[in-house]
């Protein structure tokens, strides 16, 4: 009786669908450039996921790179070396303990030509002058704030010294007839009157 019930939990445990992992989603691509750029993705959760695979390939060409990412935390990774005006083909697969997903949808791109990629450099470059001629425009105007209100304290300066200034002229009188009622009056003769002993 143990053997036979042995068999069915083993057979009931074989019938039932082993776990698997869902594709990655919403896979799509960003900072493209003539040489490299970067595919990101979802998946759904609760997944118990260990890493990521990444399949890159030319269009209509069999040669497959394929890029193991460990770090489940970010879902995202960059696709280097990659060949100017030229169709690829970017698979991502989620991997397990058990196992890896299915692929995700085929995502399709094309790199630019490099000179396309200058120009969009150039125009963030405009953008960038104009905010710092905004910029510049801003400082300016509190250098003037700063400039305007250091004159107002120099000339606020200038008027208490003036002021201090003009009083002292007669202070300095003050002092001299105090310091002259003080001193030993002096004799015609020019000299000191002597006792004779």
């Not at 003539?34 to 890493?51: F, H, K, L, R, T």
């Not at 200058?118 to 704030?145: H, P, Y």
Request: proline share 6%.
């Amino acid at each position: 009786i143990w053997g036979i019930f042995e068999n069915h939990l083993y057979l009931t445990l074989l019938s039932l669908p082993m776990y698997s992992l869902s594709p990655p989603f919403n896979v799509t691509i960003k900072e493209v450039k003539a040489n490299s750029a970067v595919v990101s993705w979802d998946i759904p959760e609760g997944d118990p996921v260990i890493g990521f695979a990444i399949t890159q390939q030319k269009k209509d060409v069999r040669m497959l790179r394929l890029i193991q990412e460990v770090n489940t935390t970010t879902r995202s990774c960059a696709l280097w070396d990659l060949e100017e005006e030229t169709d690829y083909i970017v698979h991502v697969q989620s991997v397990s303990m058990s196992g890896t997903s299915p692929l995700s949808e085929p995502l399709r791109f094309r790199t630019p030509k490099e000179a396309e990629t200058q120009a969009s450099k150039n125009e963030v470059t405009m953008e960038e002058v104009g905010q710092a001629t905004q910029l510049r425009a801003g400082e300016l105007i509190i250098i003037v704030v700063v400039l305007i209100m250091w004159a107002g304290v120099i000339a606020l300066f200038c008027r208490q010294y003036d002021i201090i200034k003009d009083n002292e002229p007669n202070n300095n009188k003050d002092k001299a007839k105090n310091s002259s009622e003080c001193s030993t009056p002096e004799h015609p003769t020019g000299g000191l009157l002597r006792s004779k002993v």
